[in-house]
């Protein structure tokens, strides 16, 4: 009896360990494989993956950037799990399958990875603020009181509205996070401004026998970039959206032809009487008119110290003026020297 209870205990465990080297190799499988005999297979992904096969990401896996299933444990097991069982009992429409934001924010960990020097910079700009600077910010809190539009900007991919994140929606505080575990996420992260799907070629060496280079070949069209518009749940890109039209007085002023300058104005943008200048335009007017953003700002820190130089070297051999010394900046809210509105006339007398 006991040799019987012996060879059936091993026949288990032979039998166990079969079914878990299956699923190990099951799993190796699913994870190294093409999409199309993975992913794709399931209809919902198909738009997207039809979208990644033209993408300048089509060389890159798709568990590369949106993990797998033992990634982070039995979090991230739970969570493909209940995908699973989603695409079984629900069928949802390929439309409302999205993101989380908690899944944005995990995909943006791996986009540094390899955009490493984007990242950087994105960390070292404005743009890198948190849930907790914005909405506990008390000199705009008393000035300007929260409002659900605080979001379109400031938490794109957040899945309440503004009174889920903080209170009380007042200009009289103290303010506080209603969930704490938001105060240090980020608020515009990279899908905010980025389509990963989008159009575009993978990062190669220029072809040094023709003229064109990989400066060109890669900047045609703005593909890459793309306006994410909350409450569509959709990305536009810079040639979909609109050329505002922005006025100083009764004049229009000349907006940049650049198409990233759309896509910034989105959220920098003047009040509903379009003036310049007004609420968080900064839309360049005065000498600068219609120069980009991309001119003087660098695209994810922002960092526009040094972009004096680029035009200007040294003093003017005309008024021996050193521009790159003037009060360009809101160092002073009186200055007459603001980058996006000096005029000839702050410097120079009219005759």
Known sequence: MAKTYLKGLIGTSIALFIFILFL???????????????????????SSHSSWTSSAHVEISC?????????NGFKSLSEKSRM????????????????SEEQILGTMERCRSCHQGEYAGWLTGGHSATYA????????????????????????FYEGTILDLVEPISKQGPW?????????????????????????????????STPENVFYRRMRG?????????????????????????????????TPADPVYRLCVQCHAPSVWHQAGSSDDHTPA??????????CH?????????????????????????????????????SKNDIHTVACTDCHEQM
């Open 24 to 46: 190990g190799a099951s799993y190796t499988w699913w994870n190294t494989a093409t999409p199309d005999k993975t992913c794709a297979r399931c209809h919902e992904i198909h």
């Open 63 to 71: 568990m590369k950037c949106h993990g797998t299933a033992l990634e």
């Open 84 to 99: 699973v069982v989603r695409h079984f009992l629900n069928k949802p429409d390929p439309d409302d399958i999205r993101l």
């Open 133 to 156: 600077d914005i909405m506990l910010d008390e000199t705009h809190n008393t000035a300007e009181q929260l409002n659900f539009d605080c979001l379109r900007c400031h938490g794109m």
């Open 176 to 208: 506080r996070m209603k969930d704490e575990k938001m105060a240090g996420k980020a608020t515009i992260p990279c899908m905010a401004c980025h389509m990963i799907h989008s159009k575009g070629e993978p990062a190669q060496r220029p072809d040094y």
């Open 222 to 254: 703005n593909n890459a970039l793309g306006f994410y518009f909350r409450h569509e749940k959709t990305h536009f890109t810079p040639d979909d959206l609109p050329k505002p039209v922005i006025l100083s007085g009764k004049d229009t002023v000349q």
């Open 286 to 295: 005065g000498v600068h008119e219609g120069i980009s953003c991309m001119a």
């Open 298 to 334: 660098e695209p994810h820190s922002n960092y526009q110290k040094n972009s004096c130089d680029k035009c200007h070297a040294g003093k003017s051999k005309n008024c021996r003026l050193d521009v790159r010394t003037m009060n360009t900046t809101y160092f002073s809210p009186s």
